[in-house]
């Protein structure tokens, strides 16, 4: 090895002796944490129909819903189980929620922390579909479903009515807007309802029958009312009875009398 190439390798050495990582390989600095953008993980519920965390409080939110579906496939019932999965879902990842599978998150008063399918939703058998329909032509069929669930809550003391209300509409505007991602492919079409069960009064006819008159009293106990109405009336009856005899037997007394003087008569003669 001649005495320049010594010379060079002598020189690099002491160059690298000399510096530091950042000058060999380049400097890096790690990004701030500001910097680092945040991605929200999807929340979904467990196998038994929950999601986040249960609290000392909770109410139940109760809705309805007409399904469209196609015939031949699963039956009702798991269809109903399959959408109130996905209702479910959609609730805990709306914005009803703040973080509720995170356990990081501090629990707030006034904001719910879970949520769970149950009660389950029911098919109200033999209640027809009215706001949309199945197509026996295209062999697809329609059921009215009572739906269900239940919000765990942490209550400031202004009670839970205000938030129930908001879970309410928040369920129906996600069926009826199409935020509730169907994910059985049997389910055609889906669509929240009012309350099918009332009536045009606001009133059940099945807990509140019409045949029925009464007069309550104070106690709200109507016998005596109805057994009061019961002996007036055959009193008024027996009366009416007693009149039209007197004037029956007083018409057979006069007619009696009658024959009696016209024999009397005949008799002088």
């Known amino acids: ?55 000392d409080t909770s109410f139940t939110v109760e809705y309805y819903y007409e399904m469209v579906y196609r015939d031949g496939g699963d039956s009702v019932d798991e269809l109903i189980n399959s959408f109130e999965t996905d209702s479910t879902n959609f609730i805990l990842q709306s914005d009803l929620f703040d973080s509720p599978c995170n356990e990081v998150i501090a629990r707030q008063a006034g904001a719910a922390h879970g949520i769970s399918s149950n009660p389950p939703d029911d098919d109200l058998d033999g209640i027809p579909c009215t706001t949309i329909a199945g197509d026996p032509g295209q062999a697809t069929s329609c059921a009215v479903v ?56 606001g009133e059940d006819p099945a807990s509140t029958p019409t045949d029925i008159v009464a007069n309550p009293d104070d106690d709200g106990n109507s016998t005596p009312v109805i057994i009061g109405a019961v002996v007036g009336g055959a009193l008024i009856v027996g009366a009416i009875a007693l009149y039209r005899s007197k004037q029956a037997g007083a018409a057979a007394s006069g007619a009696a009398g009658a024959a009696s003087s016209g024999a009397s008569a005949g008799a002088d003669v």
Do not use: W
Not at 18 to 40: K, M, Q, R, T
Not at 181 to 200: C, K, L, N, Q, R
């Open 1 to 55: 090895m001649n005495q320049f190439t010594k010379a060079l390798l002598l020189s690099a050495m002491v160059s690298m002796a000399n510096a530091d990582d950042d000058d060999i390989f380049g400097h890096f600095s790690a990004p701030l944490e500001e910097d680092v953008p945040i991605v929200s993980i999807p929340c979904f519920a467990n196998a038994d129909g929950f999601g986040g965390s249960i609290t």
């Open 146 to 201: 009572s739906g269900a669930f239940e919000v765990y809550y942490i209550d400031d003391g202004s009670g839970g009515d205000a938030l129930k209300q908001q879970f309410k509409e928040g369920i129906e505007n996600g069926i009826n807007n199409g935020g509730v991602a169907i994910s059985h492919p049997d389910i055609v079409e889906v669509a929240a309802v009012p309350d099918p069960t009332v009536t045009g009064r």
